[in-house]
């Protein structure tokens, strides 16, 4: 549904997309995460046809951004992060305002309104003056225009900047309804709410993608960089470490190091003591599940198996790893 491709962005001398490539597929909902500056909203301009590359190919629905962009906007639903609502409307009026400039027919226009106002939980305030309106219901009416011709595709950027707990929660579940038919793409650099929305995660750092997260139930079940047709460095392909901790007695401290660091797929062994019990960290690759082996190699050597388990890595431990110091504007 998304496709970038070695899309480059110069601002002057300045560079602020470095040759980014990453897909999103029909009926996504993928988080666009990276520190304040690091290119996602660049990135989304280009997305949503406001802002030409230097250079890349981008396409949307199977239509060229640059070379077709009034067919990428007509599939197309944008959230930009400063809404530009017209507070003197009332919500009813500003969204068949919206729909007529999106080239509703006007034999959909009514439906449509219903629609959207109705999905975006606004039945209450249709008829209100937008800027008589919280923050959150602004938000809701800035979603409800980026709807209100039916997009496939919806693109958010900081959909929850700036809005209290409960909105926060109000705005997420809302995006996760929409989700069910549409491709969706929005920016954040709060973590939490990525990972109580979204199903995978795209991170961002410095203008170049640096990890692609599949997630299940908020956690990340895939860390290594798949999906960005090839845009990542050698040292991120090869995945970030996992340890699994293993207490065991009965052998020397010696033996026991020399014997799991040659089990294959093991990186390193760490040795500790640890409530003063003797500990192994042992790291190995991300794409590997070494328990059994190492469950194996515990009898076959007759030692005192007293606890195994795995550490994983946090999103918030993943998500530092896979961003650095950051330039302060995008």
């Known amino acids: 549904m998304i496709k970038v491709q070695n899309l480059y962005k110069n601002y002057g001398p300045f560079q602020a997309l470095n040759d980014i490539s990453f897909s999103v ?134 959909p929850t900047s700036g809005l209290d707990p409960r909105q926060i929660v109000e705005i997420r579940d809302l995006i996760k309804g929409l989700g069910k038919d549409r491709t969706i793409l929005f920016s954040t650099h709060i973590l939490p709410e990525a990972s109580n929305t979204c199903e995978r995660l795209l991170v961002i750092s410095k203008g170049q993608i640096t990890g692609d997260i599949e997630l299940s139930n908020g956690r990340a079940i895939t860390d290594t960089p798949s999906k960005t047709d090839g845009n990542i460095s050698s040292d991120q392909d090869q995945g970030i470490e996992k340890t699994l901790t293993l207490v065991v007695t009965g052998a020397a401290n010696d033996e026991i190091l020399t014997t799991l660091r040659n089990i294959p797929d093991v990186i390193n062994v760490e040795y500790s003591i640890e409530q003063l019990r003797d500990t192994y960290n042992i790291h190995y690759s991300t794409d590997k599940d070494i328990r059994s082996e190492i469950a194996k190699t515990v009898v076959e050597h007759n030692w005192n198996l007293l606890e195994m388990y795995t550490n994983e890595m946090s999103l918030e431990e993943l998500f530092l790893s896979l961003t650095a110091e950051n330039i302060t504007n995008e």
Not at 131 to 153: M, T
């Open 25 to 158: 597929e029909k009926g996504q909902i993928v988080g666009f995460l990276g520190p304040n500056g690091a290119g996602k909203t660049t990135t989304m301009r280009i997305l949503t046809c406001f802002m030409p590359a230097s250079s890349g190919k981008v396409t949307v629905a199977g239509y060229d951004v640059f070379k077709e962009s009034k067919e990428v906007r007509n599939r197309i639903g944008y959230l930009p992060e400063n809404i530009p609502l017209y507070t003197e409307m009332t919500v009813t009026k500003y969204l068949s305002y919206m729909a007529k400039i999106r080239n509703v027919p006007r034999k959909h226009l009514k439906d449509r309104l219903d629609s959207v106002i109705e999905s975006c939980g606004l039945i209450d305030r249709r008829n209100q003056i937008i800027g008589q309106l919280s923050r959150g219901y602004r938000q809701r009416v800035g979603l409800a225009q980026a709807l209100v011709h039916d997009p496939e595709v919806l693109i958010l950027d900081e």
